[in-house]
């Protein structure tokens, strides 16, 4: 018995496909200029203390520095060998790039929890924070482990220190060009990798994020296994949050695993005040494979003043096995402001055994242990407004509940032009004549005959869809 472990393996796109994909060619030519091996700005190997993290993070951090000082500059950490590190960081870097052909490990000693960082009073530090860049590059075929087991466990218990937000494993923040793939992330204490305000000023846009595997199955983690810990659910563990201001994103070819959004596109959550893009726009995710998670979301999106927003947003080519929701657009509470949501596709997707609903488009479902969240059936949003969502080509099958979906918005301010497009979902009990439905409040768009099943007039008599 052991702890749950989450894996992000990074390896697809993030940026437009006449750039091609970044192989292992790609990968050898970035560590074709100067190359700086974090061995030798004193980092330790194999040992896992508070002495050995705090000599790793430094060595880190300097090598990013030296990589940027002599001009586009690769860091190495070499592979076959394990790094216990503090959290580390770089900031105002162009065209650097992190090779981790080796393992980066948080450290988890109780010495190490109690070193780690805090910049900001309410949040952890990031494992690793990278800001202000300008053409960045995390790259590699190694792994960078967050070992967020023991977190995990004092999130449930209410014992985090300082009731601090835990720390996330990979946080990129105001910056142009970015560039990630093959690396895999796992086990972070919360999200695995999330950036903001990064977009580029290149046409056509310029940006990768690569994951071959993302967001990562809750597995037994192996060192957890041997110390016979008990299995922990990893709270809040996202594979990719890109935030407020990203934009002209790709994604593509992930292999996503975990207990929590598997990508989930977020607008400002926090003090955006004076920030120039309140938009998190153009984001194309692209061929994805997910066992479990909570499904390919927008949100949730809060009322902000100024306006948040998403919009331009498109999942498409996606299998599911055994998600917990595989379509997932969610409104948050707040009574201040007003929020936008609009033109957000999915289509061409698979979804087998979903475990709870395939299709959920409402108030997001959130109660956690600190008391965060408005329960399992909150109250809908008017203050956010919801349009041009388009369902195309989904087939679901084999799921637990008798319902096809949830699509709840608020009468005062009804979902407009839900287009519902060959769209069919079936449960485990339909060869017993169970007829399904969905649960249907505000909503007003289109539907194909050739869907199953179709929307009603809903509870609140408030659903109108034109069959077409």
């Not at 790793?56 to 586009?72: K, W």
């Not at 992190?98 to 070193?115: M, T």
Request: aromatic share 8%; glycine share 10%; hydrophobic share 35%.
């Amino acid at each position: 018995m052991t702890g749950l472990r989450t894996t992000v393996l990074l390896l697809g796109l993030l940026a437009p496909l006449s750039h091609g994909e970044l192989s292992q060619s790609n990968h050898l030519s970035v560590l074709a200029g100067s190359v700086f091996s974090i061995d030798d700005y004193g980092a330790v190997a194999t040992e896992n203390s508070v002495e050995a993290a705090t000599a790793n993070a430094a060595a880190l951090t300097a090598a990013l520095e030296v990589a940027h000082s002599a001009g586009r500059g690769s860091v190495l950490v070499p592979s076959g060998s394990v790094y216990y590190t503090l959290p580390f960081s770089g900031s105002s870097h162009v065209g650097v790039s992190l090779i981790v052909d080796g393992v980066v490990k948080a450290c988890n000693s109780n010495d190490c929890q109690d070193a780690w960082p805090c910049t900001k009073e309410s949040h952890f530090d990031y494992l690793f924070e990278w800001d202000n860049g300008t053409d960045l590059t995390l790259a590699g075929h190694g792994t960078i482990d967050g070992q967020g087991y023991k977190w995990w466990w004092q999130f449930l218990l209410n014992k985090i220190p300082g009731d601090r937000k835990r720390p996330g494993l990979v946080y990129m923040t105001s910056g142009t060009g970015l560039n990630v793939a093959n690396i895999t992330l796992r086990n972070s204490p919360i999200m695995h990798m999330h950036f903001d305000n990064i977009t580029d000023d290149e046409d056509p846009p310029f940006m990768q994020l690569a994951p071959s595997e993302l967001a990562g199955i809750q597995k037994w983690a192996e060192e957890e296994t041997a110390a016979g810990a008990i299995p922990m659910l990893p709270f809040n563990t996202d594979g990719i949050d890109p935030g407020v201001g990203a934009k002209d994103v790709f994604i593509k070819n992930l292999t996503a695993e975990n207990f929590d959004d598997v990508i989930a596109v977020k607008p400002c959550n926090g003090d955006c005040a004076g920030m120039s893009m309140l938009c998190t726009e153009n984001i194309v995710v692209e061929n994805s494979k997910i066992f479990l998670g909570v499904g390919l979301s927008i949100g949730s999106v809060n009322p902000k003043d100024p306006t948040n927003c998403i919009k331009d947003i498109v999942f498409q080519g996606a299998s599911f096995k055994y998600p917990f929701k595989a379509v997932y657009v969610k409104t948050n509470s707040g009574d201040t402001g007003d929020g936008i949501i609009q033109n957000i596709t999915y289509a061409d997707m698979t979804i087998e055994d979903p475990i709870l609903w395939p299709i959920y488009i409402g108030p997001q479902q959130q109660k956690e242990p600190n008391g965060i969240g408005d329960g399992f059936w909150p109250e809908t949003q008017p203050l956010i407004t919801i349009s041009d969502i388009f369902l195309r080509n989904i087939t679901s099958t084999g799921g637990f509940l008798p319902h096809a979906g949830i699509l709840r918005c608020n009468a005062s301010n009804p979902c407009t032009n839900i287009v519902i497009e060959d769209v069919s979902v079936e449960s485990r009990y339909s060869n017993d004549g169970l007829q399904l439905d969905y649960v249907c409040e505000s909503m007003q768009g289109t539907v194909t005959k050739a869907s199953y099943p179709l929307p009603d007039e809903g509870s609140d008599g408030l659903c109108s869809f034109e069959q077409i």
